[in-house]
């Protein structure tokens, strides 16, 4: 037998009375809770309902549903963490190599055709750039951060701000005009500095894209449910 | 009895993976179940374990994951990705090696 909506409502609002809000977690533990409950109902069909489900619950012992949540909580964290650092190491691929190489050898000639003012300008436009797309790429509907997928997914994003204070740091750290083998080190730690920052951004906004896509897919299933 | 958790952690994964190239796709409550059934419930596969385990597999692109709406709910299937059909194969000599040198070790007589 199927539980009815109004049965899945009372086993979504008994999980969400327990503090486990994020809904792509409560949807996991409901379609659990609500196949055990199905079941004995099946083994013993005079079994009510409220019954059945303080069995099931009461199966998972003390901190069973807690450990149950945490458990989904952090495995969604890791798996975007995962993905986050696949993404950003993939650019230190062979195939990329040619690029990075490129890229910091562009940067670094920038700096010394540019006069340092002129540079702190770019720098600045750029990262306010940055800044701009990340939090016009994750502006979402108040549902989707109701979502665990979507939370982890973009969580890295709000970190931007602290590789932009490293990539300043770097420029202040090393003193002007410092050289090793008539290679300016200042500006070759702005150049890393700068390179590395960008394949964050890109691994954040790639990772942020696909929590996004998923929390999306998961939405459209919800609302047909419930809404 | 619900086993051991520290003699479980091993080999949970391996379990996972053998038991969705045995069925193609399961969702979590079915893992449970179907642990509980071969093992005539003298195993019991406790959800705190379970779903970190099989995230962890998806994480790790082992498994390809896929919701859909079943009987007025949204339900997770958890199924093996090309990786995982190869690790499977890996997972499943280790853990028949590592039982053949525990069987040496506390001196167990072969059973199979």
Redesign the interface.
């Known amino acids: 037998m199927?539980?009815?909506?109004e049965q899945?409502h009372q086993i979504r609002d008994l999980i969400a009375k327990r503090g486990f809000l994020e809904v792509d977690i409560q949807?996991?533990i409901?379609?659990?809770i609500?196949?055990?409950v199905?079941?004995k109902k099946i083994e013993n069909p005079t079994l009510n309902f409220d019954a059945a489900v303080n069995e099931t619950i009461q199966s998972?012992?003390v901190?069973?549903l807690s450990?149950?949540a945490?458990?989904?909580t952090?495995?969604?964290r890791?798996?975007y963490s995962?993905?986050f650092w696949r993404f950003f190491f993939s650019a230190f691929g062979y195939k990329y190599v040619l690029l990075l190489c490129f890229s910091i050898f562009g940067i670094y000639k920038m700096q010394g055709l540019l006069t340092a003012n002129v540079f702190y300008i770019f720098l600045v436009t750029g990262l306010l750039c940055v800044f701009g797309i990340s939090v016009f790429s994750t502006i979402k509907p108040s549902l989707y951060k109701k979502f665990a997928s979507f939370k982890s997914g973009n969580s890295f994003l709000p970190l931007l701000g602290g590789t932009i204070l490293l990539t300043n740091f770097a420029m202040n750290i090393v003193p002007v005009g410092y050289t090793i083998f008539a290679i300016n080190v200042q500006q070759l730690v702005v150049s890393l500095s700068i390179v590395l920052f960008i394949l964050y951004f890109n691994a954040a906004i790639r990772t942020a894209k696909i929590s996004i896509m998923e929390t999306k897919?998961?939405i459209e299933?919800?609302r047909?449910?419930y809404n | 009895m619900a086993v051991n958790n520290e003699l479980f952690k091993g080999t949970l994964q391996t379990i996972i993976l053998n038991l969705l190239s045995e069925n193609e796709r399961m969702?979590?409550?079915?893992i449970t179940?179907k642990v509980k059934a071969i093992t005539k419930g003298e195993l019991l596969l406790?959800?705190?374990?379970l779903?970190?385990a099989?995230?962890?597999l998806?994480?790790?692109g082992l498994l390809d994951t896929a919701?859909?709406?079943v009987?007025?709910?949204?339900?997770?299937y958890y199924s093996l990705s090309k990786s995982g059909e190869k690790e499977v194969v890996n997972k499943l000599q280790e853990a028949k090696d590592f039982i053949a040198h525990l069987q040496v070790l506390l001196n167990l007589k072969s059973s199979f």
């Open positions: 199927n539980l009815n909506l899945l949807m996991e409901l379609d659990h609500a196949s055990s199905e079941e998972f012992g901190m069973g450990a149950f945490d458990g989904l952090n495995s969604i890791a798996k995962r993905l897919s998961l299933k919800y047909l449910l | 969702y979590g409550y079915e179940q406790k959800e705190g374990a779903y970190p099989l995230h962890k998806e994480a790790d919701t859909e709406v009987g007025n709910r949204v339900r997770k």
